[in-house]
């Protein structure tokens, strides 16, 4: 059924290297349509994750805030907009615990919400097909449209650039994960009019919405979206269900035959990757004027009791969330925000939703295999057969073991995408991507202190060379000063015994006698 | 066996003389290890902790194989191990005569307590403390190093050495701990 509904018969998909077929288990959050999540009492806007320069608040304590309201803008070069994402007043501007691997907790917005949910919205730009695609960008970075495949990064920048190729990514390959299969259930046109107006910003000739093999509701609805709202260059491609084929470059392999180069991004190969639920974003940013304020999230796991998908406003908490899906089950052991390859365990549920969040995974204690006893590693390579990334897991492994960073940045450990098939291959039970995330974040750790160094340096020797000129200009000046005095003295005239200039030329050879021979330190005199 | 024993000397001077060879040319390939580079590898503290007071100092004396790789407390083991890899040396642990590796710091300036001395302003080798004489000084979190070189100079004792800001923040992975050990 999937082959007719290409519209190329012609094309040909690409096998990357690596990956692995998993067990899906995304039936029991698609059993029910998407639900909407009702407010919380109490909404934390999360102002910056992973690890930005600090964000900057547009709101002050009680202030009334409506919905699509900027209320703060991230530190970063990029200054994405957020957006308050429902009416009420402004509680606090505090530090939260935030559900990110990078940062413990970090600056939120909380809002308590009035009820009457009152949108501000921008005005909708309805032809944005006769749009200048500087207005779209604009309109892009002003309503916060950032990644929602869990990467949150901002869309206008990844936009900037025409490019031909754009790829509307829709292979959500994670086991659990139904977000993105859901909204193209439910909202295909929605996609399609998305992936429409990327191409448009972008310039694209040619773009793939694709989608795994195993979505064929997902796919039927995307065609018969597409069939109403064609444009110019759209093609629907259904890639193989093979662990990570979501990966924006494993999707780029499985659709182009080609390599994103190592270090590099897509952009470098003409080609870019937005998630579907990007494309939808960006579409109601554009043609609603409607800013992110909230995402579709997946709340699932064997500790739930009635898993589904949720519109989620961006600042609920995942207490919050988890009770509409009917709370905790008794087996429940275990918290993941992400999915099970990927996502990171979290130590309490008091954490809010944010762009990047698109599961909520709840294991249950049967589902856990933490007493597997880790084992030295036997050399079998199952690692290095699975790795999409085409890297050297043993490799890596014994050069972290032996805090060789450099070695492992020199093994390509950057190129890392961390999809967790090592870890989950390996018969031995070695925590593999654990040892890469702490060896990436030593690598970055490292980064920033040689940064913080150089800007040291170049502080040091400022210093250095004002000092050094001080001390000439000095000089010059007690010369002169003598040269003058010199000069005005009469002979027979009546002067003091000692002159000022010479006590002050006394001393200054006095100095220069005691300070250190050249390989000593530095002078600590001056100023 | 004559003709064997011929052979055998003759093969063992072949691949001696195609030795080296090989090592003439490796050795020419070999950069030279530059001041600047281990320049780069220090943290520019300007501490003195190492003995040579300040970083360039402590390159040039590293360059010329007079000193110690372990001497720097503030580059901490990832420094040393950095150092080794570039010099070629064996990595050891960071020397306790010249400190202890300590978490990252800035300095703080009591100011109920500040004279207004200007003391400290000229030990800091990277001009990160604010100020003038008999006005309160204050330091720029984001310039300090931690090389606690303002400490003993304030004659009021007033400058405490802090965590660095967003230090707290910051959640890097915990190392795994490994049953992988000792077989690198």
Not at chain 1, 187 to 199: N, S
Not at chain 2, 69 to 89: D, F, I, Y
């Amino acid at each position: 059924m999937a082959v007719n509904l290409r519209e190329s018969p012609s094309m040909r998909i690409h096998r990357f290297h690596g990956g692995m077929r998993l067990d899906l288990r995304k039936q029991a959050a698609l059993a029910r349509p998407i639900r909407a999540c009702p407010l919380p009492p109490e909404l934390a806007i999360p102002l910056a994750t992973r690890g930005e320069a600090p964000a900057r608040a547009l709101v002050a304590h009680g202030q009334r805030v409506r919905r699509g309201e900027a209320i703060g803008r991230a530190g970063d070069a990029h200054g994405t907009t957020l957006h308050a994402s429902t009416s009420g007043t402004v509680v606090a501007v505090e530090p939260r615990p935030l559900a990110d691997a990078e940062v413990r907790e970090g600056l939120c917005v909380v809002i308590e919400p009035d009820g009457a949910d009152e949108w501000l919205r921008l005005p909708p730009i309805a032809d944005w097909r006769a749009a200048p695609r500087e207005l779209l960008l604009e309109r892009l970075r002003d309503a916060g449209t950032v990644g929602l495949g869990g990467g949150a990064f901002p869309s206008a920048i990844k936009l900037a650039a025409a490019q031909p190729t754009l790829i509307v990514n829709g292979a959500e390959c994670e086991p659990y994960v139904a977000c993105d299969e859901a909204l193209l259930r439910e909202r295909a046109e929605e996609v399609v009019a998305g992936a429409a107006l990327l191409a448009h910003v972008l310039g694209a000739a040619r773009t793939f919405i694709a989608v795994e093999d195993a979505m064929p509701e997902a796919l039927a609805a995307l065609e018969i979206a597409l069939h109403d709202a064609p444009f110019a260059g759209a093609a629907l491609a259904a890639v193989p269900t093979r662990y990570p084929e979501g990966g924006e470059r494993q999707l780029i392999r499985a659709l182009t035959g080609r390599e994103v180069p190592s270090g590099g991004l897509p952009q470098d190969i003409g080609i870019v990757c937005h998630n579907v639920a990007t494309a939808a974003a960006a579409w109601r940013a554009v043609a609603r004027g409607e800013a992110l304020t909230s995402r579709i999230v997946t709340v699932t796991g064997a500790g739930v009791a009635e898993p589904g998908n949720f519109e989620a406003r961006i600042g609920t908490s995942l207490e919050w969330l988890v009770a509409q899906a009917g709370g905790y089950t008794a087996r429940a052991a275990r918290l993941l925000a992400g999915g099970p390859m990927m996502g990171i365990a979290l130590p309490h549920d008091g954490v809010p939703v944010s762009a990047a969040t698109h599961c909520v995974l709840v294991l249950a204690d049967h589902d856990l295999h933490d007493d597997a006893p880790e084992l030295p590693c036997i050399r079998c390579g199952e690692c290095a057969r699975v790795c999409p990334a085409q890297l050297l897991p043993q490799q890596l492994l014994a050069d972290l073991c032996a805090d060789d960073l450099a070695g492992a940045q020199a093994h390509a450990l950057a190129d890392c995408i961390e999809c967790g098939l090592c870890a989950y291959a390996c018969p031995s039970h070695i925590p593999l991507l654990d040892w890469y995330r702490w060896g990436k974040a030593e690598l970055r750790a490292q980064g920033d202190a040689r940064a913080r160094a150089d800007a040291a340096r170049g502080r040091f020797l400022a210093r250095e060379s004002r000092l050094a000129r001080e001390r000439a200009e000095r000089l010059q000046r007690s010369a002169a000063k003598r040269a003058d005095a010199a000069a005005s003295a009469q002979p027979g005239a009546p002067t003091s015994p000692i002159s000022k200039d010479a006590v002050l030329a006394a001393i200054a050879r006095a100095r220069a006698k005691k300070r250190p021979p050249p390989a000593g330190g530095a002078p600590k005199d001056g100023a | 066996m004559f003709a064997a024993l011929l052979t055998t000397l003759a093969l063992g001077a072949a691949f001696a003389l195609a030795l080296r060879h090989a090592e003439r040319r490796l050795r020419a390939a070999r950069r030279a290890i530059t001041v600047d580079a281990i320049d780069a590898l220090l943290p520019q503290t300007q501490c003195g902790q190492c003995g040579y007071g300040g970083c360039r100092p402590y390159a040039e004396a590293l360059a010329r194989g007079e000193a110690e790789l372990n001497r720097c407390p503030p580059g901490g083991m990832a420094g040393v191990r950095a150092l080794a890899n570039l010099l070629g040396r064996e990595p050891r642990p960071i020397d306790p005569a010249c400190g202890r590796e300590k978490a990252p710091a800035v300095a703080l300036i009591d100011e109920d307590v500040c004279i207004g001395c200007t003391k400290c302003i000229q030990a800091c080798p990277v001009d990160a403390i604010v100020g003038a004489s008999k006005q309160m000084h204050t330091v720029v979190d984001e310039l300090c190093t931690g090389c606690e070189l303002c400490v003993p100079a304030c004659p009021v004792d007033c400058i405490a050495m802090v965590a660095a800001p967003g230090a707290a923040r910051e959640q890097r992975p915990a190392r795994p701990g490994s049953a992988q050990g000792e077989r690198v």
